[in-house]
């Protein structure tokens, strides 16, 4: 049976979570397999609104064994207050599993992100604070601390005595900040130890046997493919691989497993924090994009940066992922425009591009290039069928996939987890 990828397609926030959960009755275990609490899934069931930013979004679905793969770096404290907030919510977490080599957060590490960020004044990359880098920054430099190693205690604090030896230096030095002591950052961790016991378990080896005994598996990633620290617009991104190929490396499920690749594109544009993005709004209309969208971060609050769709971006996303199927989310917040602009290439120094530039500095000087489309006002909430929608929102719709180079398989048209066209089964 398969291995499903859904990724972002874009800059994050296109609506995973939706997807996920859509899909979540027909699948078995939902893993979630890299990034940390900087990245969050918003999930809405009737009235109830679900905000995620570690637990995978399987989670709100009974039948689903949620996992958090070793790709994954994990505040203990937010994930234990994250868990307890879906149990008093009537929501059963029992069933989480978390690998045993997925990293873990410490509070010196959220202390250096936030010293280190505001140190660079202008020049900061917009991270959320929450400690992500520096984490994945221990992990390569070796000096990481393992959910395992939580069950260790000489282990653990011969481990934070190695990691503190240059970071207090750092703290002191740089940052006129106080030095941390060895043992309350060990035993503060410590406390965490016997309530995350039970649910660690070898997760390569348990999504693996699953895989030989016929059940599906669907992997998901946080932030998106412009935000991928390999491929996408640096130095403004995140720290791991968001793309598929970070799917195998963040589960432990080789490549040749992953059957299908689902890329989630907004009907427009968004990014939150720095960077470059060229379809930028700055008047009436990203405004207008940003309330009717509900266009803040999950896990911050921030507004999100708002802009019309990208093909270029779209194309790249279908390039790095090997994108075989599109998600389409939000097209209903598009309802009411005259027209809808959608960038189709770039002008890079009076040189039209019709790719990503390779440059960070071509793709700082890129200006988009619009085709327009006309725009529909008629209520598409309730559409169940791509036949219920306007002509104008189909031919959008049909727009974006010959620009994107890869099938639409299914389109949001509302924020409810049942607001959605399939038009293609992701799974079969």
């Known amino acids: ?72 770096v994990i505040d ?89 030896l240059a970071k207090n230096q750092v703290l002191v030095k740089v940052y006129n900040r106080r030095a941390l002591e060895v043992d309350a950052i060990s035993d503060a961790l410590l406390e965490y130890a016997e309530i995350l016991r ?92 940003r309330v009717i969208g509900g266009e803040r971060g999950v896990t911050t609050g921030r507004p999100r940066r708002c802009g019309w769709f990208d093909a270029p971006i779209a194309r790249f996303a279908t390039r790095v992922n090997g994108l075989t199927d599109i998600f389409l989310t939000k097209l209903d917040v598009l309802t009411g425009f005259e027209q809808i602009p959608v960038c189709v290439a770039y002008d890079v120094d009076g040189v039209r591009s019709d790719e990503v530039p390779m440059t960070q500095t071509e793709f700082h000087h890129a200006k988009p290039i619009y085709e327009y489309l006309p725009g529909w006002t008629e209520d598409i909430s309730g559409a169940q069928t791509l036949a219920d929608l306007p002509k104008n929102a189909r031919d959008y719709v049909a727009f974006l996939e010959e620009v994107s180079k890869t099938r639409i398989s299914a389109v949001g048209v509302g924020q409810d987890r049942n607001a959605t066209i399939a038009i293609h089964d992701l799974i079969n």
């Open 76 to 164: 203990p404290e937010v994930l234990i207050h994250e868990m307890k907030g879906l149990n008093e919510k009537g929501i059963d977490t029992s069933k989480l599993v978390i690998s045993a080599n997925a990293h873990l957060i410490t509070p010196y590490h959220v202390t250096l992100d936030k010293v280190s960020e505001r140190f660079l004044g202008k020049s900061k990359i917009g991270t959320t604070g929450r400690g992500i880098g520096p984490t994945y920054s221990d992990k390569i430099a070796r000096l990481g601390i393992r959910v395992q190693d939580l069950f260790d205690p000489s282990i653990l604090r011969q481990k934070v005595e190695g990691a503190l």
């Open 1 to 72: 049976m398969p291995a499903i990828v859904l990724v972002g397609a874009q800059w994050g926030d296109e609506g995973k979570g939706k997807a996920t959960d859509l899909l979540g009755g027909r699948v078995d275990y939902v893993v979630r397999y890299q990034g940390g609490n900087n990245a969050g899934h918003t999930v809405v069931i009737g009235d109830r609104k679900f905000a995620l930013h570690l637990l995978p979004s399987g989670i709100l679905t009974p039948e689903v064994v949620p996992v958090i793969g070793n790709g994954v």
């Open 198 to 289: 039970p649910y660690v378990a070898d997760t390569s080896l348990l999504l693996n046997n699953a895989l030989d005994e016929n059940k599906v598996v669907l992997l998901e990633g946080g932030q998106g493919t412009l935000l991928d620290v390999d491929h996408g617009t640096y130095p403004f991104v995140t720290s791991s691989n968001p793309t598929a190929g970070g799917a195998s490396t963040g589960s432990g499920i080789g490549p040749t497993r992953i059957t299908r690749v689902c890329g989630i594109l907004k009907a427009y544009t968004t990014r939150v924090g720095s960077g470059p993005f060229p379809t930028e709004l700055l008047d009436e209309d990203g405004e207008r994009l």
